[in-house]
């Protein structure tokens, strides 16, 4: 019904135990049983819908060895960079208060940086991530008012590096009434030489796969960019928008 023509599934590969915050050991055959669920998805509907096979990491930078052995696990068509944790610690378990929003949003800037500087990835994963959590607390979290210069390193790097940035559509569904990154970052972005995204809808149901993807594209329409990405073994090729 959304008319889909291609998808890339990107499970979640985490290093971090979800509940403790420790480091544990990954179940290294998680991401081969990911292609094999997708071949049979590819022989079943390759005719209606191209199916790419991909991997969203959390923190790759805190783990430089894993991380290689993992993309070395398969061929990948894509690979995002996220950072979900600061210290161990998942954004979505932190008390947003106005007093520390500038100093939390800072921490969460030099690690992207970092995440940025040292890894292989294509894609940087919802940046602006920590204001869709702060907002359940009624807090907005404007990373440009705060830290413009330090947003326009991160977009210069990535451009640098030749990667791009995910428009995340998940915060429609969650309360932030804007998608992540939202037009104010974008047109930073695109002033720091980005010419192009992917679409991301996060979606952890059936349901939402390709949710707020019209809202997507008006936002990066609006913020000046006019190409998509879709990649196949890591290589990309564009869409106009």
Known sequence: SKQLKEIVITNHFEFFEW???????????????????????RKKYGKQLTIRYGVEIGQPHLFPELTRRLLETGPFDFVIASLHRLDGRDLSEYQYHAEEIAALSGQYLEEVEQMIEVCDFDCLGHF????????????AVNLLELHRDKCQQIFRRLVERNAGIEINTSSLRQGLERTMPGAALLEQYRDAGGEWVTIGSDAHRACD??????????????????KLALFHSRRKHFLEI
Do not use: K, N
């Open 19 to 41: 509940t403790t915050g420790g480091v544990h050991q990954p179940d290294w055959s998680r991401p081969e049983r990911a292609l094999v669920e997708i071949q049979s998805c």
């Open 128 to 139: 602006d991530l920590m204001a869709r959590y702060a907002a359940r607390s009624g807090m």
């Open 209 to 226: 796969v390709g949710a707020g993807f019209e809202e997507a594209l008006r936002t990066v329409r609006t913020a000046g960019i006019h």
